[in-house]
C-alpha cells in the first residue's frame, strides 16, 4: 500500500515525512512529528469567525471594511507572512503595491541579514540533506534546536546514519554549542560546549580565528586560550563543516562581518557551511519572494511604482515613528512577539488581524479574519530554513478561508 | 506588628537573557491564552546565591522592573553547575517583550535577549495577566 505522507509546517525544518489519521476532517492522530508538530497539526478548529469590531459579520462585509481602511490609509504597513505559503506572500507583495504600503516581516529583527547574504552568495551553504549525508563537524552557535526545531538533530544534523556517515554520530561526527547558556542542545553536545558571556561572540569569533591562524586566542572575558586552540584543531580538520547560526548569535553581532571572517578563514583551512536556523516555517521564502521582487529582503514602502528601502522602513521603526497610519498583520501577532513599548503603537491605528489563531493582536484588532492553517488546513509551497522547495497539501479539508483566499478578494476591492 | 514589613525587600539587578523552551512553544499553540503558556513563559531562573539573597522559595512571585515595564513572574533556581550571578533566564514570552527596550538606535532591531531589570519579592502578587 503506498503511504500517504504530509508536511509539518509547524517549524523551519517543514518536516515532509508525517503520517496522520482522520475522521471527518479532524486529525486524530499525527505519527513521526515531533511534540510542536503535533500540536501544531491537532490544532486546527471548528467554526469560522469574521469580526469587525469584536462583533460577527459576513465574510463580504470584514472584507470590504477590510479593502476601505487599506484605501483611505496613507501609507498602512503589511506585516507577518512567515507562516503563509509562497502564494500569500506574492499576494501580499502585489497588495503592498497596490496599496503604496510599507512592507516587512519578522526576519527585520530576526534572520533578515543573513538570509539576505546568503541569496547574494556571501557565504557558503547546503542542504539539509548534505549535513545528513555528509558532515562531520557540526557547529550550533546561539541556537538551540532541541527546543526551536526539535527533529533537527535526529533528522538531519547529527544523530542519523548519512550515505558517507554510516557510523553516525558515535564515531563520526562532532556536534559543537557555542552558547550563553547550557542549552539542551548544549547538553547534547557534552564536553564540546562553549559557553560564552551574553555579547561575547564576536571577541570568540576573533580569538578562534586567531587559533585557526595559530596565534594565541585573547578574550576580555579571559576565556581559557587551550579551549579555543582545541576548538580551533577540531574545526580543521573538518572535510564538511556546517555552522548552524542562531538568533543568539545574530543578536550579539553588531553586523554580519564576524561571521565573513570566521567563513573567510574556516573555508581557507577546511570546509564550512552555513545554515540560518530560520524559525517560521516560510520566513525564508518571504525573504526569496520579495529579494526576487525588489532585490531587497525585507523592509521595503512602495511608492507610485518605486521601491524605497531602509531601516525606517522596518516593522520597528515604523511603529516606533507613527509613519504608518494602518496596519495588516497576516499570521502574526506583534502585540506578543515586539517589545510592549513599540507594539503599543498599534492600538492608535486600525489594524487587520489575518490569522488562524485568536491573538493578543486579533484580540484588539479593529477587523479579524480566521483563516485556515497553513499546511493543515491550506496548501502551497514554501522554502525551508536550508533554501531548498517544498510543496504541501491540505491534512484535511476546513470551512475556513484561506489567507490566500482573503488577500484575493481584499486586493480586487482595494 | 510586623516591622519585617516596613524594611526594604532584597532588590537586584539582573540581565535577562531569553531562550525557546519546546514545552512552552507546543502550550503557545494549544491555547496562547491558557494557564500552561503562563506558568511556562511568566518565569525567571535565577542564579541560587540571587535567589537566596531575595529571600524567597520556588514558585514565589517576583516583580521585574526597568523603565520599559513592569512584571509579575514566578522565581526559581535555574539548575546551571556554572555560576550566573546578575544573569537570570527567561523564556521569550509576551511576558519578557513587556521589559524590551524600544531603543534601537535606529536599527530595527530591538535588543530582545538583553534584558536589564531589578528583581525583588513580589510578597505573594499574582503574576502578570496577558492583556493590554
Ligand atoms: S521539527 Fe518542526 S517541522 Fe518537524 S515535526 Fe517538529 S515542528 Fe514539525
Not at chain 1, 533578515?112 to 556571501?122: F, I, N, R, S, T
Not at chain 1, 554510516?166 to 557555542?178: C, L, S, V
Not at chain 2, 509579575?72 to 556554572?82: D, L, N, P, W
Request: glycine share 6%; proline share 5%; with cysteine.
Amino acid at each position: 500500500m503506498e503511504k500517504n505522507y504530509y508536511v509539518c509546517t509547524g517549524c523551519g525544518l517543514l518536516c515532509d515525512d508525517i503520517e496522520v489519521e482522520s475522521e471527518k476532517n479532524i486529525i486524530n492522530k499525527v505519527y513521526t512529528a515531533c511534540r510542536v508538530g503535533v500540536a501544531h497539526m491537532k490544532n486546527a478548529k471548528g467554526e469560522t469567525n469574521f469580526l469587525v469590531d469584536n462583533k460577527p459579520v459576513d465574510e463580504a462585509t470584514a472584507v470590504r471594511e477590510a479593502a476601505s481602511i487599506l484605501k483611505n490609509a496613507k501609507n498602512p504597513l503589511i506585516f507577518g507572512l512567515g507562516t503563509s505559503t509562497d502564494e500569500t506572500q506574492k499576494l501580499a507583495i502585489e497588495l503592498a503595491k497596490k496599496t503604496n504600503a510599507t512592507l516587512d516581516d519578522t526576519s527585520s529583527f530576526c534572520l533578515g541579514p543573513l538570509v539576505e547574504a546568503l541569496l547574494q552568495d556571501k557565504l557558503k551553504t547546503c542542504t539539509l540533506e548534505d549535513v545528513r549525508n555528509k558532515a562531520d563537524v557540526i557547529i550550533f552557535w546561539g541556537a538551540d534546536p532541541s527546543d526551536s526545531h526539535p527533529r533537527h538533530l535526529s533528522k538531519h544534523s547529527y544523530f542519523p546514519r548519512g550515505s558517507e556517515k554510516q557510523k553516525g554520530w558515535e564515531e563520526e561526527r562532532t556536534a559543537i554549542a557555542i552558547d550563553v547558556r547550557k542549552s539542551h542542545t548544549a547538553k547534547i553536545c557534552g564536553n564540546y560546549f562553549f559557553q560564552i558571556p551574553p555579547g561575547g561572540d564576536t571577541e570568540f569569533i576573533d580569538a578562534l580565528i586567531a587559533a585557526l591562524s595559530g596565534k594565541l586566542p585573547k578574550t576580555s572575558y579571559k576565556y581559557p586560550p587551550k579551549k579555543i586552540l582545541e576548538l580551533a584543531n577540531i574545526l580543521k580538520g573538518a572535510k564538511f563543516g556546517v555552522i548552524f547560526a542562531g538568533l543568539g548569535l545574530i543578536y550579539s553581532l553588531e553586523d554580519l562581518e564576524p561571521v565573513f571572517r570566521l567563513m573567510k578563514v574556516l573555508n581557507e583551512k577546511a570546509n564550512f557551511h552555513l545554515v540560518p536556523m530560520v524559525g517560521h516555517y516560510n520566513m525564508r521564502g518571504f525573504n526569496e519572494n520579495l529579494f526576487a521582487e525588489t532585490g531587497y529582503v525585507n523592509r521595503v514602502k512602495f511608492e507610485d511604482g518605486i521601491v524605497k528601502h531602509g531601516p525606517e522602513y522596518s516593522v520597528v521603526e515604523s511603529l516606533k515613528a507613527k509613519t504608518v497610519d494602518a496596519a495588516l498583520i497576516i499570521g502574526s501577532d506583534p502585540l506578543s512577539s515586539l517589545p510592549r513599548s513599540v507594539s503599543k503603537n498599534l492600538l492608535e491605528i486600525p489594524v487587520i488581524s489575518i490569522d488562524p489563531c485568536e491573538t493578543l493582536t486579533s484580540k484588539h484588532a479593529k477587523i479579524y479574519i480566521n483563516t485556515a492553517v497553513s499546511g493543515v488546513e491550506a496548501g502551497g509551497s514554501a522554502t525551508r530554513m536550508d533554501g531548498t522547495k517544498v510543496s504541501f497539501k491540505p491534512v484535511v479539508e476546513t470551512v475556513h478561508p484561506s489567507d490566500e483566499a482573503i488577500l484575493k478578494k481584499i486586493m480586487e476591492a482595494v | 506588628m510586623d516591622f519585617g514589613s516596613f524594611l526594604a525587600a532584597p532588590e537586584i539587578k539582573i540581565k535577562i537573557v531569553t531562550y525557546r523552551d519546546i514545552f512552552q512553544d507546543k502550550a503557545m499553540i494549544e491555547n496562547r491564552f491558557g494557564e500552561e503558556y503562563r506558568d511556562r513563559s511568566a518565569i525567571l531562573k535565577l542564579d541560587p546565591a540571587d535567589f537566596k539573597q531575595l529571600n524567597i522559595k520556588k514558585g514565589d512571585t517576583v516583580i521585574l522592573k526597568n523603565s520599559f515595564g513592569k512584571i509579575v513572574v514566578k522565581a526559581e533556581e535555574s539548575g546551571y553547575e556554572i555560576p550566573h550571578r546578575g544573569i537570570a533566564y527567561m523564556p521569550n514570552s509576551p511576558w519578557s517583550n513587556m521589559l524590551v527596550s524600544d531603543e534601537t538606535g535606529g536599527t530595527g532591531v530591538p535588543k530582545f535577549k538583553d534584558i536589564s531589570a531589578t528583581v525583588t519579592s513580589a510578597k505573594g502578587e499574582k503574576v502578570t495577566e496577558l492583556r493590554f
